[in-house]
């Protein structure tokens, strides 16, 4: 089976969860599956730089740990805010202070990350590739 | 309205004009008038780029919706958007622009029957974003009315008739280099005007911890990220305002138009920014507004939609007033003139080349197009009665459940099959109508607090893919250039 057909599947597996949460009300099983598939939307940019070096397959990973641990925290955070009245970070609650100062950002971070590892050459590269990554995925 | 914002405003849109006239001058082919003679530089496309996405609904709505119940619109909505330029642009950026370089590619419908070879699919994709395009437009016109009603004192019709006159003079004649300058205009006045506001916001509020502490006497929610929101509707937005993102017409077609594949570098990361920035100032704006109505300084709203308006006139000096009005002002008309060339191109090329037809005089054709869309928009708009801010959640959901799967998923997937791509176009257009419409006549279908577009996406991806996988014997043998650019 290609790689490509493994992701796509990863995918559908993924949103297919994110559309049980919608139907059952489960914020947390809409949120976290889709956290994932950030991470995959990545790795599906990046494909021909990760097939040069693989290394590289560590940044889509990272991306979706990193909101996994912004979107924990803040869920954490969320379960006793109404009671926090007295901590305020930059003078917002700390929900409030996790969502613009770490989660806004990351965003931004993320369209950085394009920048950064934006390859022009490999837009003239063989179709054989594909098959490459295949191996290097395997 | 005092005669500094008056007059600010109508420099902008006096301005707006003369780049009308500049671009008519410079449109002499149909290549120009939809795709800018694929001839822009980076800075150009990432910034008309997050100007059409950053429209009415984002600023007007998003500071009314944040006044109204918190930070839950802005969490859900205008933080995902500048992720979605990062997944887009790592998505289908380079695959969209080596697409437009096969030549004699001006429409996503171009791009969809090169990649499915099917007709069919470039006919329903053209049904779909012509819908859209009504729908979403008619929020940009609603927006408008509402904004010039507050500078000009006529009313919203009156007032959105003429922003509407303006928007067709420069639409009609310049197409999409109209629209792409413009929006570079407009982009830069938002960006600027929102880094101002948020500094005289949070003053005029007393301090963030002052507007915190307000909110929380009131409302404890109202000071949490998540506001008064249900938490499942939050959610939903994250995953349908981002992902979302890459299934905009409006937006991902303006890939088509770069002049080289070098552009793309540092588009997202510039795009991304500028929408960040916006985010300052719904939420400043919408926060300050609430705590000074808390403490009994800001007047009684007949909509929430009017806190903008209303904050900036009473809350900031003219010039800066006039100067976030004029930014207002720009967002809609950013937004609503690539919509117009998008509908024009679907209209004049894609449906009628579904049919084997091929328009003659199309630059011509698309002028008049444009001209009667703005016409039909304007008409719809006057008969809807909902808040700016959800219109808008339905446009995009609209375009985000038509277009992500045929066109993004196509473009990454080789075993994708037309078959799949028209189901998912059908059943995401028909979802997001039926179950809008009938919310809006009271038949809720779907759970509390789930939002239509993200369920139509979600389903409309699944669909996409299942029935793909059903019909791989239908699957078209791709030729080397479509594997290359599916390659990215």
Known sequence: ?138 | MNGIITGIVVVYLFICILIGIWATRQTKSTSDFLIAGRNLGMFVMAIAAFSSIQSGFGLLGGVGQTYDAGMGFAAGVLIAAPLGFGLTWFLVGKRMWMMGSKGDVYTLGDVVEKRYDSKAARGWLGIAITLGVIGYLGTQVQAMGIIMHSIFGVSPKVGALIGLTILAFYSVGGGIIASVYTDLFQGIIMIIVSIVIFFIAINVGGGMQTITQNLQSADPLLATSFGTYSMVSIACWIFLFSLGAAGQPHFINKFLMIKSPKQLKWGAFTAGIAYAITVLLVVSIGLSARSLYIQGKFPELATPDDSLVVFVTHFTPSVIGGLVLAGLLAAIMSTGSGFVTLGAASIVRDIPRAFNIKVKNELMMNRIVVLALLIISTLFSFYMDTLVALLGVFGWGTFASTVFPAVVLGLIWKRATKQGAIASIVIGLFLNFLLEIGQKYGIVILPEGVVVGAFSLAISIMTFIIISLLTQKENVRLDKEMLKAMEG
């Open chain 1, 1 to 138: 089976m290609h790689v490509s057909d493994r992701i796509i599947y990863l995918f559908l597996f993924l949103v297919g969860l994110s559309l049980i949460g919608m139907i059952l009300q489960s914020w947390r099983m809409i949120l976290y599956p889709y956290l994932i598939v950030i991470g995959i939307t990545i790795l599906i940019g990046m494909w021909k730089s990760i097939i040069h070096v693989p290394k590289k397959i560590c940044i889509p990973i990272s991306v979706s740990i990193i909101y996994f641990i912004l979107y924990g925290l803040l869920d954490i955070l969320s379960l006793d805010s109404i009671a926090d009245k007295d901590y305020y970070i930059f003078g917002m609650t700390p929900t409030m202070a996790l969502y613009l100062i770490a989660i806004l950002p990351s965003a931004v971070i993320i369209c950085l990350l394009y920048a950064i590892t934006f390859t022009h050459g490999n837009m003239s590269n063989n179709t054989n590739e594909n098959h490459e990554l295949d191996e290097v995925i395997k």
